[in-house]
């Protein structure tokens, strides 16, 4: 995968690069662990608890984690798969890439999550409300999926305006 890590940023809607289906990070090498830090870096700088590689143009399976901002907090998860979703729960989400967007969003309230750290090493962790939130959150970045294609009809109404504008802004920069 070719990218320079100086120059990422975090993209926003309606960039197509955040409908991307990511692939299989397959190299554990020391650029993986630099781009994890770039994310890291960035995801920080905007305040967020989680931060998907698609979502700085990379189309990698990993994201970086941290619910507390606290250093040893920091978590990254490579090829992750949620399995045994339980419950249902409706919370409020908001994403890096949708600033100003705040919507319901309903999913399982319990799971468990696979993955690799950054030298390959098996994670394996049971989490549940908003540790299990961010997983799946995060994981429906790499599928290119946006907490947009889980609203409810109200909250499709009160955002409309404010993607019609993202969407004309992008327009203009892309065309400029
Ligand atoms: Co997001």
């Not at 554990?28 to 830090?37: I, V």
């Not at 799946?136 to 946006?146: A, F, K, P, Y």
Request: hydrophobic share 40%; net charge negative; glycine share 6%.
């Amino acid at each position: 995968m070719d990218y320079d890590l100086d120059r990422l940023s975090i993209i926003h809607y309606p960039d197509p690069r955040l409908r991307e289906v990511c692939q299989e990070v397959t190299e554990f090498d020391d650029k993986l662990a630099a781009l994890a830090a770039k994310m890291a870096t960035l995801r920080r700088a905007d305040k967020g608890v989680g931060l998907a590689a698609a979502q700085v143009g990379v189309p990698l399976r990993m994201f970086a984690l941290n619910l507390t901002g606290e250093e040893k907090d920091e978590m990254v998860f490579v090829n992750p798969v949620i399995h045994d979703p339980q419950g249902s729960k409706e919370t409020e989400e908001g994403c890096l890439s949708l600033p100003n967007i705040h919507v319901q969003v309903r999913r399982p309230a319990r799971c468990r999550i696979t993955a690799q750290d950054l030298k390959g090493n098996p994670i394996e962790l049971e989490g549940e409300d908003l540790l299990c939130r961010v997983w799946q959150h995060e994981i429906d970045h790499l599928n290119g999926i946006l907490i947009l294609d889980r609203m409810g009809p109200s909250d499709r109404i009160a955002t409309r305006k404010t993607l019609k504008e993202m969407e004309a802004g992008y327009q203009a920069r892309v065309s400029a």
